[in-house]
């Protein structure tokens, strides 16, 4: 049981260029989500999603794009990244119907935008 | 503005005493709270939380009190171990927005042996 799997850990993009975070859980959680953490401004939510084909909005969600086609998968996708978008990424995932401090956050992925 | 505000970004406490980490909300509609450890390079971890319907919940050296009046829970660490060295979020959902959460920006706790 791998729990919550982010991919790659370390990355940096030019401004303009698109890339993928991947994010994986193998718990059969309904609920996923990413978020991205600045200094000073904690974690805030960037998209989520309650089952496959299902997405939704959150607090800051400018520039990136999510889908879930599958229960274990949840991409977040930057078409083109800017300088703005520097932070590390983190993915959460939940069974839907438990409370909120059963979410299970991923190790992370620290981004770059030169 | 942040709904929710840590307002000390780093507590400096000694092996064995007390540490208090405050966390201060705006929104009244929030009715569930936590407080998450991250160590360096790793996700969050969840470490405890209180519902509104409490003002303190306990869970061995951990501690939370909530204070909805003054819109305040603090997180009680007794005694501070070195173990315990970490950045901690404060975090608060509502009940009718499921597993969304907003995040304090932090505090930093360094304990000295």
């Known amino acids: 049981n791998a729990g919550v799997t982010q991919t790659p850990k370390f990355q940096v993009l030019k401004t303009g260029q698109s890339m993928t975070l991947q994010c994986a859980q193998d718990?059969?959680?309904?609920?996923m989500s990413w978020y991205r953490q600045d200094p000073g401004m904690g974690l805030r939510l960037i998209h989520y999603s309650v089952g496959a084909g299902i997405t939704d909005q959150g607090e800051v969600p400018n520039g990136y794009n999510v889908s879930r086609s599958t229960t274990e998968d949840f991409p977040l996708r930057l078409l083109s990244a800017a300088p703005s978008q520097t932070s590390v990424y983190f993915c959460?995932?939940?069974?839907?119907?438990?409370?909120?401090?059963?979410?299970?956050f991923g190790p992370g992925t620290r981004l770059t935008v030169t | 503005d942040q709904q929710v505000k840590q307002n000390s970004p780093s507590l400096s406490v000694q092996e064995g005493r007390i540490s208090i980490l405050n966390c201060d909300y705006t929104?009244?509609?929030?009715?569930?709270f936590l407080w998450y450890k991250k160590y360096p390079a790793e996700g969050p971890t969840f470490l405890i939380s209180?519902?509104?319907?409490?003002d303190k919940n306990e869970d061995g050296r951990f501690t939370v009190f909530l204070n909805k009046s003054a819109k305040h829970l603090s997180l009680h660490i007794v005694p501070s171990q070195p173990g315990d060295s970490a950045v901690y979020f404060c975090a608060a959902s509502e009940n009718d927005a499921g597993n969304k959460l907003t995040f304090g920006g932090g505090t930093r706790v360094l304990v000295k042996p």
């Open positions: 929104n009244s509609m929030f009715d569930y």
């Open positions: 718990m059969n959680h309904e609920y």
């Open positions: 959460a995932s939940s069974h839907t119907s438990g409370r909120a401090d059963e979410q299970y």
């Open positions: 209180i519902s509104s319907i409490k």
